[in-house]
Structure formats: C-alpha cells, structure tokens
C-alpha cells in the first residue's frame, strides 16, 4: 500500500498515510480541521528481497563493459604472479 504525504493549508503540519491507490485523498486535517493538499513525493524505490535478485543484474550496457575493460584477462602478463628466473 503506498505512503502519501499531506500538508494542511491552515496549520502548515505535514503527516504520512497508508492508503489504497484507488482510495480517495484525504480532505481535511486532523489537528484543526483545514484544508488538506496531498505532497508530491519522491515514492520510494523497489527493494528485490530473496534470491535470485542482485544489483548487479541491474548495471547499464556502459557500465558492464568500462567494468571488463578494468579487469585483466587471464592470458595477460600482468595477471599472472611474475617469479624470478634461477640461473
């Protein structure tokens, strides 16, 4: 159920209510009785809980590739350990 944010047009108090999306918006102030006006609010964000879901899933085409350009590829020289040469 979203959150909305109302602020009384009288007494200026700002409160947050739980309501159906199909529901009505509320009209007036609990406190004294004003006019209410519904706020536009940022929302929030989705929040993917369990498995299955990572952020990574999620990254832009750009930055995947900048990503593999950083990595070195395992045939490179500076990926694997150097060790001294015996003579």
């Known amino acids: 159920m979203p959150t909305y944010e109302y602020q009384c047009r ?3 108090r700002r409160h947050e ?5 199909t529901a009505r918006p509320l009209t ?3 406190k004294c009785g004003g006019r209410l006006k519904r706020l536009l609010g940022s929302g929030s964000g989705f929040l993917f809980k369990g498995s299955g879901f990572y952020i990574t ?9 900048a990503k593999k350009k950083d990595q070195p590829s ?3 020289p500076s990926a694997s350990p150097s060790t001294p040469k015996k003579t």
């Open 57 to 65: 899933d999620y990254r832009s085409k750009s930055y995947q590739d």
């Open 17 to 21: 209510a739980s309501q159906s999306i």
């Open 28 to 30: 007036t102030c609990a």
């Open 10 to 12: 009288k007494c200026k």
């Open 74 to 76: 395992a045939g490179s």
